[in-house]
């Protein structure tokens, strides 16, 4: 099946990941704390099909999003508030490769959110015209033992365009638009701090 494409991960199943992400609303990762696989971070360069089958079947030897561990059964969270515009079973264009099923979610920073390799069976939780909030839960982890995350400026690459032109880091789009575990008492340190300065002056 060609979810199996990442069969070197597969070691990761093990993982199991804690349950205390961001309130819903608050842009995240879609497994928290967003932990990446060794092979699976954004334009990670596979030199052979030993390391996550570069080239095999013709998948892309620079890897296109983020894969973020969590052992089959995960939830699969969507990144951002925003509404499903596509869901499919991931085994024919534009999404070979991508199976056993593929969500898309147009969120409301203006980009696209793909989260593939999920379980069909979960299925119903996603359908196309659905609006979500960031954290409701989207779907769960396949056999595959992960998430493999893409942030798109447009759903499907225009013709001329690809997953290189087409996506950005996941993480860079965390980093803008999303809060980062610890930034939230960082803030309430940093204003405490003013303030304890503001007594002693
Ligand atoms: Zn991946």
Redesign the pocket.
């Known amino acids: 099946m060609t979810y199996h494409r990442?069969s070197p991960l597969e070691a990761l199943g093990a993982v199991t990941v804690p349950s205390s992400p961001p309130p819903l609303g608050v842009p995240q990762p879609p497994i928290w704390p967003g932990t990446t696989s060794p092979h699976?971070a954004f334009a990670y360069i596979r030199r052979s099909s030993s390391d996550g089958a570069c080239g095999v079947s013709g998948y892309p030897c620079v890897?296109p999003?983020a894969?973020l561990v969590g052992k089959g059964g995960t939830p699969v969270k969507a990144p951002e508030d925003g509404t499903i515009v596509r869901v499919a079973s991931g085994t024919s264009p534009p999404f070979t490769g991508y199976g056993p099923w593929v969500v898309v979610l147009e969120g409301k920073s203006g980009w696209f959110h793909l989260l593939a390799h999920l379980d069909p069976a979960k299925a119903a939780l996603a359908s196309p015209g659905l609006p979500v909030r960031a954290g409701q839960v989207l779907g769960s982890t396949s056999s595959a033992n992960h998430v493999?995350w893409e942030v798109r400026r447009a759903a499907v690459p225009p013709s001329g365009g690809s997953n290189k032109t087409n996506n950005i880091d996941p993480f860079a789009w965390l980093g803008r638009y999303g809060g980062r575990p610890g930034t939230g008492w960082m803030l309430v340190a940093a204003v405490a701090a003013v303030l304890l300065l503001a007594r002693r002056g």
């Open positions: 990442h699976g890897h999003g894969d493999h």
